[in-house]
């Protein structure tokens, strides 16, 4: 894979995309490069079988929790809680006529979230054993191939919705290009991905969560520029939003321990410093719930969030 500039005949690049890294999780070697034209970071190009690699594997090196592989029960009933910020922020959006997709579903629990919401629900998930899950116990068809190969109809699809699926994909714009088939007349996408300018990121530069943050799995590190460039290249035009799901807790971890904590659901609860019910902890526990909405509010302002949406319709 090259950096977006390859697609785009009025940018000719005039520098060569550096090398900004060596090492990504699990001490990898690999080189993660940046070019200053495109503002896109990206892995070095390694061929694989991705398909083959999410069939089973992915989930074994890379679970929700750090501490060991969760069951699709498990995981389910992880994430199912934290989709009611997701639908509060999609809802607006969804008619109840409409049929969504979701690439890359994982164990369905924005699909079970979405139930009362939109018409029909399909979703797509490498992952066989999350697939069977969709299927058996949500009762939402999930197929495990690529949406090319799964016998979905053109031009039938209202929303597809991608969360943390795009930065895995190899050569993004063209992946995007290829789902405008798909959509109806009223079609759009709703993509979310990791903001590279994630403030634990660069400015805190915290090299133990930078050695944690780039992975083999993600080939590509958005910015809010190259994200919108690779959108407006793949023939989309719309708007992006940030996202902060981690707490002033988590980063508070990060900066002073230098690690992450326990796992996905800690570091995304609001915080509290105890749970009695006198005046005093029910007034601390209100005072660092303001402070936590108030930082997350910086650093969407900032660009600085860890995360980033786009809404987008074919058409620019
Ligand atoms: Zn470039």
């Not at 398909?51 to 992880?78: A, C, L």
């Not at 910015?223 to 002033?248: D, H, K, V």
């Amino acid at each position: 894979m090259d950096c977006l500039c390859k697609y785009s005949s009025s940018e000719v690049p005039t520098s060569t995309p550096t090398v900004v890294r060596t090492k990504l999780r699990h001490g990898i070697e690999r080189k993660v490069l940046h070019c200053e034209v495109c503002d896109f970071v990206f892995l070095e190009p390694q061929s694989a079988d991705l398909q083959e690699y999410y069939r089973e594997q992915y989930r074994k090196d890379y679970s929700p929790s750090v501490v060991r592989e969760m069951s699709p029960r498990e995981t389910f009933e992880m994430y199912r809680p934290y989709m009611v910020e997701r639908i509060g922020r999609v809802g607006p959006h969804l008619l109840n006529d409409m049929t969504v997709l979701e690439i890359g579903c994982s164990t369905g629990h924005f699909l079970d979230a979405l139930a009362p919401h939109v018409g029909e629900r399909i979703g797509i998930e490498y992952n066989a054993s999350h697939a069977a899950f969709v299927r058996n116990e949500l009762g939402v068809p999930c197929y495990t191939a690529p949406i090319q190969e799964s016998g979905i109809a053109q031009g039938s699809i209202d929303v597809i919705f991608m969360f943390h699926v795009f930065e895995h994909v190899e050569d993004p714009v063209s992946f995007l290009a290829g789902m405008r088939p798909y959509l109806s007349e009223r079609g759009s996408v709703y993509i979310e991905v990791p903001n590279v300018d994630d403030a634990l990121v660069s400015p805190y530069a915290i090299s133990e969560y930078a050695d944690f943050y780039y992975r083999e799995p993600h080939i590509s590190y958005f910015s809010p520029r190259s994200f919108n460039l690779t959108a407006r290249l793949a023939g989309f035009s719309g708007e992006q939003e940030m996202i902060q799901r981690y707490s002033l807790m988590n980063h508070m971890h990060w900066v002073s321990a230098r690690s992450p904590m326990k796992d996905a659901e800690s570091g995304m609860a609001t915080p509290t410093f105890a749970d009695d019910e006198s005046d005093f902890t029910l007034a601390v526990n209100q005072w660092l719930a303001k402070a936590d909405d108030d930082y997350r509010e910086l650093l969407k302002k900032h660009e600085r969030a860890e995360s980033m949406a786009f809404l987008g319709r074919p058409g620019l």
